[in-house]
Nanobody
Framework: QVQLVESGGGLVQTGGSLRLSCASS????????MGWYRQAPGKQRELVAT???????NLVDSVKGRFTISRDNTKNTVFLQMNSLKPEDTAVYYC???????????????WGQGTQVTVSS
C-alpha cells in the first residue's frame, strides 16, 4: 500500500554533486521519520541521514558538511543533497520511512528499492 521510490542516482566524478529524491505514496497518515541508508559492496548497510517530522536532522559523521537532508511534507518527499562526493560514497542508497497509517501509535517501516550512486576518481 505504501511505496517509496528513489530517483536521482547516477555516475558523478569526485567532487561532484547529486540530489536524491524519495517520493512516498499510499495511504500514509503521517511520516514520523524519513531517511537514507546506503550499502557499498562488501559493507553493511549504514544509516546516512534522517529527518523527523519536526525537522530534526542526523547525519553520519562521514557525510557531515557535505550532505544535506530535507523534506517536503506536503508531498511526502525526502531529498538528499550530496556535495563534494567521494569514491567512498559509492553505494546503493535506500530511502527509509517510518510512518503512521492511522491515529494509533503504531508505526510501520518501509524501504525503497534503492538507487545507485557511483563516484569515479
Amino acid at each position: 500500500q505504501v511505496q517509496l521510490v528513489e530517483s536521482g542516482g547516477g555516475l558523478v566524478q569526485t567532487g561532484g554533486s547529486l540530489r536524491l529524491s524519495c517520493a512516498s505514496s499510499g495511504s500514509i497518515f503521517s511520516i514520523n521519520v524519513m531517511g537514507w541508508y546506503r550499502q557499498a559492496p562488501g559493507k553493511q548497510r549504514e544509516l546516512v541521514a534522517t529527518i523527523t517530522s519536526g525537522g530534526s536532522i542526523n547525519l553520519v559523521d562521514s557525510v557531515k558538511g557535505r550532505f544535506t537532508i530535507s523534506r517536503d511534507n506536503t508531498k511526502n518527499t525526502v531529498f538528499l543533497q550530496m556535495n563534494s562526493l567521494k569514491p567512498e560514497d559509492t553505494a546503493v542508497y535506500y530511502c527509509y520511512a517510518d510512518v503512521s497509517l492511522s491515529f494509533s501509535r503504531r508505526t510501520y517501516q518501509y524501504w525503497g528499492q534503492g538507487t545507485q550512486v557511483t563516484v569515479s576518481s
